[in-house]
């Protein structure tokens, strides 16, 4: 037993580094391992997917990393999630809302988005994923096309995230926002922040979003 619990912690540590060191085909092979032995999915996500894209951006921060390092850890991190987001017990829950996710015009950065998805697509959300760059007028037609329960938008950078209450006043031209709920996210947000631009509630991480949205949908986590 207790091999069997340290050779499981031994398998995050190999993804979380597969992450930090830009290997897309070794995270791949290291999640399909995973998932083919049974790991709980939402903990390797947790414990090893989310530290090492973290461990990434901080080398960035310290210099250590350059631009082109961290699009591999970020190619890494994608192979990982594809294969981690195919877990049964993800696909299977039972829908208990929808909930359309973007990133905002002129934003290109994906990755926390992505978990955000999976976590929420865990948490039994229907997720429509418009990706990243998205205009105001493409949010605002998926809007009425889907009629999601929550929108959650995402920026990444000081230029973008005020651009996020934009999304907002639109939802509220366009006769919207009395049927939606509005969460905000990001690395460079707050709850102070976004509650300002005109969210019903910010995420912290995935797992937080994820809480929240379940509240906002009146169902206990
Ligand atoms: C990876 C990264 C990139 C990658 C993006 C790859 C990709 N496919 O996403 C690349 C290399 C392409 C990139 C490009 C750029 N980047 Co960049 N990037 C980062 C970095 C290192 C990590 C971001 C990340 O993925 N974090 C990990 C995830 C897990 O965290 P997260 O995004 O915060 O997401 C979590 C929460 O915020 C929340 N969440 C996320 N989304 C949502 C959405 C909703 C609705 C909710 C509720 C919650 C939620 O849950 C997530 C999961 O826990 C950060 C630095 C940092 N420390 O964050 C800079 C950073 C964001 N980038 C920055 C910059 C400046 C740029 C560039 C302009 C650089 C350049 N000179 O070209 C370009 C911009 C391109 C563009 N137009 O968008 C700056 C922004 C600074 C600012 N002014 O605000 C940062 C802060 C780095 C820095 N300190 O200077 N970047």
């Known amino acids: 037993m207790i091999f069997r619990v340290l050779r499981a912690l031994e398998n995050l ?6 992450i930090v060191e830009g ?18 999915v939402l903990n390797a996500i947790n414990n ?16 250590a990393y350059f631009i082109s390092d961290v699009v591999m850890c970020g190619e890494a991190f994608k192979s990982a ?6 877990d049964q017990d993800i696909q299977n829950r039972e829908k208990i809302g929808k909930y359309l996710i973007c990133t905002v015009e ?8 992505s978990i955000v998805v999976t976590m929420l697509k865990g948490a039994g959300f229907e997720v429509i994923d418009l990706g990243v760059n998205v205009p105001i ?3 605002i037609e998926k809007t009425k096309e889907f009629r ?20 907002v006043q639109a939802l509220v031209d366009n006769g919207l926002k009395d049927d939606v709920k ?15 631009l005109g969210a019903d509630a910010w995420g912290r991480d995935g797992v937080e979003t994820a809480e929240k949205a379940l509240k906002l949908m009146g169902v206990q986590s």
């Open 81 to 86: 999630m594809n294969i981690l987001e195919k």
């Open 23 to 40: 290997e897309p085909d070794l995270a791949e092979e290291l999640a399909k391992g995973l998932m083919d032995s049974g790991a709980d």
């Open 148 to 167: 999601p329960d929550i929108v959650g938008i995402g920026a990444y950078m000081s230029t973008t995230a005020s651009t996020m209450k934009d999304y």
């Open 13 to 18: 540590e190999e993804l979380k580094n597969a």
């Open 137 to 139: 007028t493409t949010f």
């Open 106 to 113: 002129g934003d290109m950065h994906d990755l926390g988005k």
């Open 48 to 63: 090893a997917v989310v530290p090492g894209i973290n461990q990434a951006g901080e080398l960035w921060k310290q210099n």
């Open 182 to 196: 509005v969460m905000m996210g990001g690395v460079r947000t707050s709850d102070e922040y976004v509650k300002k």
